[in-house]
């Protein structure tokens, strides 16, 4: 089992960046490739950023790509995202994924993922 906690939602300005983490814990010595979810009020969990074991392979929704970037520093056991140039649209809740799951692709949807974070909250707004 891994737990994920993710941190570093807030409220802030358009344009504005935040950098959010994800810590994991348990066992975290298995290979796993890591994502970030989205959630609005109403909406379905949406993709965001996935990141591979070992950071060589990255993808990006198309609404964030360019703005957005994942990484991760497996030493810490942590995966980032850096968003910048935020938009009201960014709003949601946000998730950090992870799966030991071997594939030739970065998974996108939120069932190609085993373990889930609580979440935090990004408010994007003037």
């Known amino acids: 089992q891994v737990q994920l906690v993710e941190s570093g939602g807030g409220l802030v300005q358009p344009g504005d960046s935040l950098r959010l983490s994800c810590a994991a814990s348990?066992?975290?010595?298995?290979?796993?490739?890591m994502g970030w979810f989205r959630q609005a009020p109403g909406k379905e969990r949406e993709f965001v950023a996935a990141?591979?074991?070992?950071?060589?392979?990255?993808y990006y929704a198309n609404s964030v790509q360019g703005r957005f970037t994942i990484s991760r520093a497996n030493a810490k056991n942590t995966v980032y995202l850096q968003m910048n140039s935020l938009k009201p649209e960014d709003t949601a809740l946000y998730y950090c994924?992870?799966?030991?799951?071997?594939?030739?692709?970065?998974?996108?949807?939120?069932?190609?993922?085993?373990?889930w974070g609580q979440g935090t909250q990004v408010t994007v707004s003037s």
């Open positions: 990141i591979s074991w070992i950071g060589a392979s990255t």
């Open positions: 348990g066992r975290t010595n298995r290979y796993y490739s």
């Open positions: 994924a992870a799966t030991p799951r071997i594939s030739s692709t970065l998974g996108v949807g939120v069932d190609e993922y085993d373990y």
